[in-house]
Every structure is written in structure tokens, then in C-alpha cells.
């Protein structure tokens, strides 16, 4: 159900430049499993900075409380889920539950999300499907 968009990286190889979870171009219906997270929509490069290969591979956990900062509600970000998230986090690689988040820093300064993977199984998600 998540749209993957790929592009050239500027040492040749392809990377995830964006998704959209629960694409209704991919079958999704509404109404399925809306959390936070999931409702979040990536931002489009180019990137100023994004997570490295080791950061996707072993996301952190995301900070405990990370949603009180006064300094995210007196801005106003909270209308802008990944926005949100990725200002009090910054770049890297991170769980929310079993969702996994990209943060990367945008070409004008601050945080965005740039991916996102529902039921990520480095996050711990374990399918219950053969």
C-alpha cells in the first residue's frame, strides 16, 4: 500500500527520495489503521543531508516525549506530523512503534521527513503471514 519514489543520487546509484503510505494508487482504502505516524507525509528532495546506510539499517529509537516540546507548539509545527517529528530529532533513521522514519535535513534548513516504512521489521514488526 506504500507509493516508493526513486531517484538518482549524485554518485549514480538510486535511492528512496519519497513515499506515500497508504497510496490509494496501490489499493489502499481509508480506514484501515490511522495513527500518527501513517498520516505523515513526506517532503521531496533534493536533501541538504540524509541518514546514512547504517542509520537506515539500525534506526534509533525515537525520543521519549519528543511530542511535549514547547518549542514545537509554539512554532505551530504540530500540523505537519513528520515536520514535527523530524525538528526534534534530526537527521537520521528512527522507530515510532513499527513505523520507520527518515529524517532528513531540507535545502533551506530544517527537518523533514523523507520516507517512512509502516510495519518496518527493523522496528520490530513481525508479519503474521507466512
Given at each position: 500500500f506504500t507509493q516508493v519514489r526513486c531517484c538518482r543520487a549524485t554518485w549514480g546509484g538510486y535511492v528512496s527520495c519519497g513515499t506515500t503510505v497508504h497510496s490509494n494508487r496501490?489499493?489502499?482504502?481509508?480506514?484501515?489503521?490511522?495513527?500518527?505516524?501513517?498520516?505523515?507525509?513526506?517532503?521531496?528532495?533534493?536533501?541538504?543531508?540524509?541518514?546514512?546506510?547504517?542509520?537506515?539499517?539500525?534506526?534509533?529509537?525515537?525520543?521519549?516525549?519528543?511530542?511535549?516540546?514547547?518549542?514545537?507548539?509554539?512554532?505551530?509545527?504540530?500540523?505537519?506530523?513528520?515536520?514535527?517529528?523530524?525538528?526534534?530529532?534530526?537527521?537520521?533513521?528512527?522507530?515510532?512503534?513499527?513505523?520507520?522514519?527518515r529524517c532528513c535535513r531540507a535545502t533551506w534548513g530544517g527537518y523533514v521527513s523523507c520516507g517512512t516504512t509502516v510495519h518496518s521489521s527493523r522496528c520490530g514488526w513481525h508479519s503474521f503471514y507466512p
Amino acid at each position: 500500500f506504500t507509493q516508493v519514489r526513486c531517484c538518482r543520487a549524485t554518485w549514480g546509484g538510486y535511492v528512496s527520495c519519497g513515499t506515500t503510505v497508504h497510496s490509494n494508487r496501490c489499493g489502499w482504502h481509508p480506514g484501515f489503521h490511522p495513527y500518527s505516524s501513517v498520516n505523515s507525509v513526506d517532503e521531496e528532495g533534493p536533501f541538504a543531508e540524509q541518514p546514512s546506510a547504517e542509520q537506515d539499517e539500525n534506526p534509533q529509537r525515537a525520543i521519549a516525549g519528543w511530542d511535549n516540546d514547547t518549542n514545537l507548539k509554539a512554532s505551530g509545527s504540530f500540523e505537519n506530523w513528520g515536520r514535527s517529528f523530524c525538528t526534534a530529532h534530526h537527521v537520521g533513521s528512527f522507530c515510532d512503534h513499527f513505523t520507520q522514519v527518515r529524517c532528513c535535513r531540507a535545502t533551506w534548513g530544517g527537518y523533514v521527513s523523507c520516507g517512512t516504512t509502516v510495519h518496518s521489521s527493523r522496528c520490530g514488526w513481525h508479519s503474521f503471514y507466512p
